[in-house]
């Protein structure tokens, strides 16, 4: 009893670390907000289900279908909700990884305090697993609907549910376990060999997704495997492999759990004067995750070249340029420290703005030129600014420095922020009014987060 006491106290503070940022933003203060945010997600999410439920009850009238057809395409639907499973299982595991970590103050917290070993790894590991779990949750409900395809039976619907939570799991713990392995013993926790572990997992996750997926669909949908033979396999696997997880959890050292993750590269340069180019360029250039996406995307683009043929490299391109204006999403927590202090620098929130119109505008300029050279004209180019100014925006609501989850929540509400994006682009030149809209909003956000050092109140 007094271990689970004990894990329990850790798993409270780590909450508390983690979420303090998020659930003391003023807008969650009130609770009029939150109940009109949870009635409009309610209300959006109820008639996303309604409009799935009758268009697959289309879709699933195979009249023209003979029943052995209608079962392979069954089983291949049913594979593919556990092959996008394990998929984002290892997606989510790099989110959290990535954005998910522990204050300075929490690191010091556990690593002082009399907690045994064990307790400490367990509660980390639920810590991470339950924000996992969350965000898996916020996907899965998405495709639910889709279920119908494989079953009627709410009963089976149900069970398959469950199974998908069970693997994902398994799958996310032993992801888990297996990059604190190689991070520590092979690479010794060397800056370069991390970023090429998370480049090597990025791109096996990416090849098996869009290629080796659908193999493995096809040979176990023709197989002479059933239904209810694929979840039961499912689920036992799980088993095995959360058995194998928390054995192996026990290998692991503590201190590998709890390191203090720097955001931003050191440049070897004078100290430069806060001005209206210097602060955008390096808060966005000095960011890692410009760095890493810049890798993926060269990576990309050469295996493309070497295996596909110049269609696929440009639809590539096409898809991926955009995706340059998410790392500006670090901008405001890469500015929170001094921001108080840029009016002394004579750096008045609209030359920041300037400053940071003109950083997208460069870093836009590949999706311009791919996008004229695939007869996409501006959209691109348009897009790519827009991704970037939502990022941005985002950044300055949810800084990270001021609770650890409120850079998985950003990332979460950018992807949202893309989709709605990408879903404008069925009316013709929406993006360029989105674009003023955005730059007028964050103009409000920097007269507001840019105040005067001392206030009298």
């Not at 949908?221 to 194998?244: D, E, F, R």
Request: aromatic content about 14%.
């Amino acid at each position: 009893m007094l271990v689970l006491k004990d894990i329990s106290q850790l798993l409270k503070f780590l909450y508390q670390d983690a979420f303090y940022g998020l659930f003391n933003h003023p807008f969650f203060k009130r609770k009029i907000n939150v109940i009109i945010l949870i009635s409009i997600l309610g209300a959006l999410y109820l008639s996303y289900f309604y409009v799935n439920m009758r268009q697959l009850a289309i879709l699933s009238n195979f009249s023209n279908a003979t029943p052995a057809e209608i079962a392979v395409a069954s089983k291949i639907t049913l594979i593919s909700f556990y092959d996008v499973t394990i998929v984002l299982s290892v997606v989510i595991f790099m989110v959290i990884n990535s954005t998910g970590g522990l204050s300075k103050n929490s690191i010091y917290f556990v690593a002082t305090l009399p907690f045994k070993r064990k307790e400490v790894l367990i509660s980390y590991k639920i810590f991470k697993l339950s924000i996992g779990a969350t965000l898996f949750s916020i996907l899965i409900i998405i495709v639910t609907p889709a279920l119908k395809l494989v079953t009627s039976s709410y009963m089976i619907a149900l069970t398959i549910l469950l199974s998908l939570y069970l693997v994902f799991g398994a799958i996310f713990l032993i992801i888990n376990n297996l990059y604190s392995f190689i991070k520590v013993n092979i690479f010794h926790n060397n800056r370069l060999g991390i970023l090429i572990l998370n480049l090597c997992i990025l791109l096996i996750t990416i090849f098996y997704f869009l290629v080796g997926r659908y193999k493995v669909e096809y040979f176990i949908g023709n197989s002479i495997a059933t239904k209810p033979l694929i979840v039961i396999t499912s689920v036992l696997s799980s088993i095995i492999l959360w058995v194998v997880g928390f054995i192996s959890m026990n290998r692991l050292d503590i201190h590998t759990l709890f390191t203090i993750k720097k955001d931003f590269l050191g440049f070897p340069v004078k100290p430069l004067k806060a001005s209206t180019l210097t602060m955008p360029i390096f808060a966005t250039f000095r960011n890692k995750k410009f760095l890493y996406f810049s890798l993926i995307f060269v990576l990309l683009v050469a295996l493309t070249v070497i295996f596909q043929n110049k269609q696929n490299e440009l639809q590539l391109l096409i898809y991926m340029s955009p995706l340059f204006g998410v790392p500006l999403m670090s901008y405001a927590d890469a500015t929170l420290d001094f921001r108080k202090m840029i009016t002394s620098f004579n750096v008045k929130s609209i030359n920041e703005l300037q400053g940071i119109v003109l950083i997208t505008f460069i870093i836009s300029i590949p999706s311009l030129i791919i996008g004229l050279a695939s007869n996409q004209k501006l959209i691109l180019f348009f897009l790519t600014i827009n991704i970037a100014l939502s990022g941005i925006i985002i950044g300055f609501l949810f800084p990270k420095s001021q609770g650890n989850i409120n850079d998985t929540v950003s990332s979460v509400l950018l992807i949202i922020v893309i989709i709605l994006l990408l879903l404008s682009l069925n009316i013709q030149w929406a993006l360029f009014p989105i674009c003023c809209f955005l730059i007028i909003c964050l103009y409000i956000i920097l007269k507001k987060e840019t105040g005067p050092l001392y206030e009298l109140r």
